[in-house]
């Protein structure tokens, strides 16, 4: 029996809006996902109502968030600069620990300079808004680049799509094929001299695959237009002497801009943009995510500094992380499953319909295993995918029982 609400209540006014239904109905569909609600710590092992569940949906991949000299580096931190950002960071200034990060950002990508952000999609947000401004100090010169276009690789992830949401379809925001380097020529070469950014990631998050970069930002440089590098995922795990997509990560030194993000291979949170210092100063002023939000936590930014120096030192320590990815994909072909073809360390395991997606990730939660099951909007209607990023904490024998019950359940719902 369906009630309906007195009138002139805000819950009649919010009736309008179909919350509740639509969250009925996909609670009975299963496609409605609970958050799990964790006992503890959030690690490579975690606790869910009491009982100990192997965790594939952390994205903190090497575990320095866990590493006792980390901790300590931030616990030292707080005691002496607080845990408190205190405001924009042109209302009240930045603390030691963010300059710091941002001077050795631009260092490791070879950029003039970085601004960081509190998250990697406040920063692709800022980009945006402050490539597309208009704004000036009273009567003073300003900047007025509110005709720009945007041109986006189909599968740029949701906050750049979101980021252009003022933007209109086949005005001034444009698309091609995926890593579709002869779409985006044709596409520059009737775009003319406009004034235009053109957006791609480096690994994509759905399915794994890495840009044709030098391919890429060499149409860029033939037709004019800016480039912007969304490296959320690639940053530190690619480049920085390792041999795997060496000529990628070199050519993406010729970006105009790039985003990159400290939740992956660094395992904190946090984003920064880099690119030319005069237009990293004016992002300050005209990206409204850096002026109208708060910043990294100081020991936060601090622990992300220690673990990049570390990195630095030691490509060791992901080139290892990586051998691993490479066996872990060995035995999911092995086992019949149809994975990403690009073998970076984002793995994507085809699972079909949304209604199968469902009932592989209940069944892996009953058996002791949270998997990440990317589904529509994240994927395409009917191409939900297994998205793995493995947690290096996790052992070989933890490994193995996942591709075991893998198989298992391939065999159950046929995918």
């Known amino acids: 029996m369906t009630t309906t609400a007195p009138t002139g209540t805000a819950e009649a006014a919010l009736a309008r809006w179909g919350?509740?239904?639509?969250?009925?109905?996909?609670?009975?569909?299963?496609?409605?996902?609970?958050?799990?609600?964790?006992?503890?710590?959030?690690?490579?092992?975690?606790?869910?109502?009491?009982?100990?569940?192997?965790?594939?949906?952390?994205?903190?991949?090497?575990?320095?968030?866990?590493?006792?000299?980390?901790?300590r580096v931030f616990a030292a931190a707080?005691?002496?600069?607080?845990?408190?950002?205190?405001?924009?960071?042109?209302v009240q200034g930045l603390s030691r620990p963010h300059l710091e990060l941002e001077k050795l950002v631009a260092e490791i990508t070879g950029q003039e300079k970085a601004l960081t952000f509190a998250t990697g999609l406040l920063a692709n947000l800022g980009f945006v808004h402050a490539m597309k401004a208009r704004f000036?100090?009273?009567?003073?010169?300003?900047?007025?680049?509110?005709?720009?276009?945007?041109?986006?690789?189909?599968?740029?992830?949701?906050?750049?799509?979101?980021?252009?949401?003022?933007?209109?379809?086949?005005?001034?925001?444009?698309?091609?094929?995926?890593?579709?380097?002869?779409?985006l020529r044709t596409l520059l070469a009737e775009l003319g001299d406009r004034r235009v950014v053109v957006g791609f990631e480096t690994v994509y998050s759905s399915d794994g695959s890495m840009a044709p970069v030098g391919e890429i930002l060499d149409a860029c440089?033939?037709?004019?237009?800016?480039?912007?590098?969304?490296?959320?995922?690639?940053?530190?795990?690619?480049?920085?002497?390792?041999?795997?997509?060496?000529?990628?990560?070199?050519?993406?030194r010729r970006a105009t801009f790039r985003m990159?993000?400290?939740?992956?291979?660094?395992?904190?949170?946090?984003?920064?943009?880099?690119?030319?210092?005069?237009?990293?100063?004016?992002?300050?002023?005209?990206?409204?995510?850096?002026?109208?939000?708060?910043?990294?936590?100081?020991?936060?930014?601090?622990?992300?500094t220690h673990v990049l120096e570390r990195m630095r030192r030691d490509p060791s320590v992901m080139e290892r992380y990586l051998d691993r990815i490479d066996r872990l994909r060995e035995r999911l072909i092995a086992v019949g499953c149809a994975i990403n073809s690009t073998p970076t360390f984002v793995t994507s395991i085809a699972v079909g319909?949304?209604?199968?997606?469902?009932?592989?990730?209940?069944?892996?939660?009953?058996?002791?295993?949270?998997?990440?099951?990317?589904?529509?909007?994240?994927?395409?209607?009917?191409?939900?995918?297994?998205?793995?990023?493995?947690?290096?904490?996790?052992?070989d024998e933890q490994l193995d029982g996942f591709v075991d019950t893998l198989a298992e359940l391939r065999t159950i719902h046929g995918f």
């Open 19 to 71: 919350f509740s239904e639509w969250i009925a109905q996909t609670r009975r569909t299963g496609e409605f996902i609970d958050t799990p609600e964790l006992d503890g710590v959030n690690d490579a092992v975690i606790s869910v109502d009491g009982r100990p569940v192997v965790n594939f949906s952390g994205i903190g991949i090497l575990g320095w968030q866990h590493d006792p000299d980390v901790r």
């Open 78 to 90: 707080a005691a002496e600069y607080g845990l408190v950002v205190g405001g924009s960071r042109l």
């Open 136 to 183: 000036s100090f009273a009567d003073e010169p300003g900047v007025n680049n509110s005709d720009m276009v945007l041109v986006l690789d189909w599968d740029s992830h949701w906050s750049m799509w979101k980021a252009a949401d003022g933007f209109k379809y086949g005005r001034n925001l444009f698309a091609f094929e995926h890593n579709d380097v002869a779409a």
């Open 221 to 252: 440089e033939e037709f004019g237009a800016v480039s912007f590098v969304d490296d959320a995922n690639g940053f530190m795990a690619y480049g920085n002497g390792g041999h795997r997509f060496a000529a990628e990560y070199e050519a993406l």
């Open 260 to 304: 990159v993000s400290f939740g992956k291979a660094v395992g904190l949170s946090g984003g920064a943009v880099v690119g030319p210092a005069d237009a990293i100063d004016a992002f300050r002023f005209l990206s409204g995510t850096s002026i109208f939000t708060t910043n990294i936590q100081p020991p936060t930014a601090q622990a992300i």
């Open 353 to 395: 319909s949304n209604e199968t997606a469902v009932r592989v990730r209940r069944d892996f939660l009953e058996r002791g295993y949270l998997v990440p099951m990317f589904v529509y909007p994240a994927v395409r209607r009917n191409e939900a995918v297994i998205r793995l990023l493995v947690n290096n904490r996790l052992s």
